[in-house]
């Protein structure tokens, strides 16, 4: 079993990651001891200072507007409105990058996603990823300083490497690693026990 392990595919600013999110929670309770999991960012969008182009914006919107129809997910739509969207994803998976690094890869998952779809916040931003960075107790200034960091793209471009090497459609995405074999595990957006089998039936 020690060799086995979870990946959890995701992008901090992926809409289904965050109508997934509380299905997601729950398998990963269930699996706590049972199998090692890890975060991997699948980054949805490249660094862009562009504003967001009007029939993204509505395709987007139009998409959140789905994910609480089939899922009973909370948005906030006033971030079409009241922020500058931008079609950049990169920062919020260098942010979570850092906070893996403290051990608190998921709580910063999470921050982004409530400043975004909740508090109308645009995690694009660098100062909105800085700002969260410090709430949820990391460093600012040095959060701030690797944020840019070179070092810390090429840390990216590495992940999203392999990533691509891993049987995925899209995000969020589970594959499960055992004897260095890779298992796509097909996700069931409101049913964890759906994937807990599938994982179960592998690993046994």
Known sequence: MSQS?????????????????????KLKSELAGKVAIEYKVGGLAPDSQDPMPQNMKEMLEGTWHKISAQLGTQFNYDFWRNCQPRRSTYPACRAALIARKA???AQMVAAIQHAYYLNAQNPSDESTLISLAEKIGLN????SEQLTSSELNEELKAELSFVR??????????????DNKAYPIE??????????????????
């Open 5 to 25: 392990k979870l990946i959890y595919v995701h992008d901090p600013m992926c809409s289904w990651c965050w109508g997934y999110s509380p299905t997601w929670l």
């Open 103 to 105: 051990g608190k890869e």
């Open 140 to 143: 600012k200034d040095e959060f």
């Open 165 to 178: 090497t891993l049987p995925i459609q899209g995000f969020p995405s589970l594959v499960l690693i055992k």
């Open 187 to 204: 996700i069931n957006y409101t049913d964890w026990h759906y994937c807990l089998n599938q994982i179960n039936s592998i690993l046994d």
